[in-house]
């Protein structure tokens, strides 16, 4: 995985955590704000009195950081010595289907905490609110943390913890973070005659429109200038994690598709 872009919007709202080690890695909804940026102007007001390490919008690969993982932020009570937290720009009320038209904000939401799993050596374990309220290491959401952690009931029942979490392990999406049935479809929508009977069947019905701008980002490739169908063809296959055959292409890569990838991969 690739280390994320933290956008860095310092927050006023912050105190020590007095040396006490972080255990809790915490989830939450900001309930309001629908950008990093939005969530960074009302952290940014001492007024506020609120604040979190970082948050989640649908942009890729960034986040925003508000408060540095050594303080203490206030966003969870009781817990905030302990904790070290993310806000997604969402809300708890959001169904499952709702989350699932941001896989950007879950991806960011996974590669964050296995950042800070990582940092603070902490494993990537779903904490009961027993373990959350005691003495657990791992992940929770807010509601885990009960009264003692200001009751509140975020992230809600659509929140697609354990994906994220699979996510966050490894055990998930492709680097990319698309789904199998993209990389199928957008295969068979660039490259073929997109012929009705030949249409991936687990692409659904309905291409949402993360799908289209990725397809966007391919055609953008496409027309780069120089690059050949070959070279995009190992493009996409390289990205998508090498699934399938090997597009028939040099076995020697010349270094600036070596370039155009890195590209592409920053694009995307
Ligand atoms: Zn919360």
Redesign the pocket.
């Known amino acids: 995985m690739t280390t994320l872009v933290r956008k860095q919007m310092p927050s006023p709202n912050f105190s020590s955590r007095v040396n006490t080690p972080v255990r809790l890695i915490v989830l ?2 900001a309930e309001g704000a629908r950008t990093i940026e939005e969530l960074g102007h009302y952290f940014a007001s001492s007024t506020s009195n609120a604040s979190s390490h970082v948050g989640a919008d649908d942009k890729k690969n960034t986040i925003g950081e508000y408060v540095k993982r050594a303080n203490k932020a206030w ?2 009570s009781n817990a905030n010595p302990v904790s070290v937290s993310m ?1 997604l720009c969402a809300f708890a009320s959001w169904t499952a289907a709702e989350w699932d038209k941001h896989p950007n904000m879950l991806e960011n939401c996974a590669r964050w905490i296995a950042e800070e799993a990582a940092y603070f050596e902490l494993p990537i374990t779903k904490l009961t609110p027993a373990q959350a309220q005691g003495l657990g290491k791992g992940v929770c959401q ?1 509601r885990d943390l009960g009264s003692w952690g200001g009751a ?1 009931h ?1 992230c809600g029942d659509g929140f697609p913890i354990d994906r994220v979490l699979n996510m966050a392990r490894g055990e998930g999406d492709s680097e990319m973070g698309y789904p199998d049935w993209f990389w199928d479809w957008s295969n068979w929508y660039l490259t073929t005659d997109r012929d009705p009977q030949h249409r991936p069947s687990a692409a659904p019905a309905d291409i949402p429109e993360w799908a289209w701008t990725g397809v966007e980002e391919i055609t953008k490739i496409n027309k780069r200038f120089g690059m050949t169908s070959g070279e995009r063809d190992w493009i996409i296959w390289l990205v998508a994690g090498k699934q399938g055959q090997r597009p028939n292409v040099p076995s020697d890569i010349p270094d600036h598709w070596w370039d155009d990838q890195k590209w592409f991969v920053k694009q995307t």
Do not use: A, L
Request: charged share 25%; hydrophobic share 0%; no cysteine.
């Open positions: 939450h909804t966003t969870q806000e807010h509140h975020d």
